[in-house]
């Protein structure tokens, strides 16, 4: 794709959402149409495949404050490609010039660079070309976000996980280069190689990128039919994600370059994994402490008791002692979550009375003469004292 269409398209727009949206804002609105239209959810949807790609493409550039930020300028210096009145030859009419050839023609998909820009503004204040990396300079790979969804007991002990991913790596057709296979890209014969040329115009001396290889240094003549020349192309892959025990909902995992691959021998960009946790029907979690709510009989907590309490291995026995209130909160320990630095959390277990709905009449007979042997026993003392006062 050249740097013309790439400064033509409206990435916003694409994720629908304004120019002056939030970083959460965008990822929230890219996360909601990627599950829409990823090719797994539509098996056989060319759309919802174009969508998909589409939708990865914007925030490869819009989730990166630095390439978010070079596009918004690009867009407002430029407009939809044209060079406007900005001097440089063909800007009037004459010479020629292309403001695709400005940026460095053919930025990857998904890359989201903006080539030479850095470089033609850099050489009209005396940076010289010459020196200067052009558009065939080494480019790091975009870094890729993905989501997987685990349970409660993976997220505390850990998991090892098979992920299926669509997104752009190196071309398995041409291995990167963009030639087709038996053919090799040639040496540009007007640069030689560097991908970038001198300019003059009037008083000033500018470099800008080679208009016969559009910056990039090689020329192809028989382009990759998979990649069309790019070196790169979309497709599936399967990856083994080692999720670490302990893992949080809503924290992200880091595989160093799985991401999107680089240009020029430069290297791929990473993978980030956010790890989503379904909730557990019993235990919650706070920080490396599990936690449960155990209900328990009256009788239990006045006289003592020994009960089972469930953990996420099996069952463990606490001792509850004579006169405990309700809610008081026990501790197994060692019964949390383990992790890998040698950290263990326990199992907080909170005391909880059970009222019976209903009672049958030696129940009834029972608590009433409990109730009246107890009376001696006043359990609102500071509320019965004021009550009296008044």
Known sequence: MSAREWIGKDFYRELGVSSD?????????????????????????AQAELKFKAVSEAYGVL????????YDEARKLFGSGGAGGFGFPGAGGTGGFDVGDLFGGGAAQGSGGLGGL??????????RGGTTAGGNRPQRGADVETDVRIDFAEAVRGATLPLRLSSPATCETCHGNGAKPGTQPRTCPVCGGAGLVNRSQGAFAFSEPCRDCRGRGKIIDDPCPECGGEGISTRTRTLTVRVPPGVDDNQRIRLAGQGEPGRSGASAGDLYVRVHVAPHPLFGRSGNDLTIT????????????????????????LRVPSGTASGRVLRARGKGVHKRDGSQ?????????????????AEKEALEAFSEASAKHDPRPEITKLTKER
């Not at 470089?119 to 005396?126: E, N, P, R, Y």
């Not at 907590?301 to 996420?312: D, E, N, Q, R, S």
């Not at 326990?346 to 049958?360: E, R």
């Open 21 to 45: 949206a939030s970083a959460d804002e965008i990822k929230k609105a890219y996360r909601k149409l990627a599950r829409e239209n990823h090719p797994d959810a539509n098996p056989g949807n």
């Open 63 to 70: 989730s990166d404050t630095a390439k978010r930020k070079e």
């Open 118 to 127: 850095g470089d033609i503004l850099g050489g009209l204040f005396g940076r």
């Open 294 to 317: 155990v209900p328990v009989n009256f009788t239990e907590l006045a006289l003592g008791a020994t009960i089972k309490v469930p953990t996420l291995d099996g069952k463990v026995s």
């Open 345 to 361: 959390g326990d199992l907080l277990v909170t005391l909880q009375v059970a009222v019976p709905s209903k009672l049958d009449a």
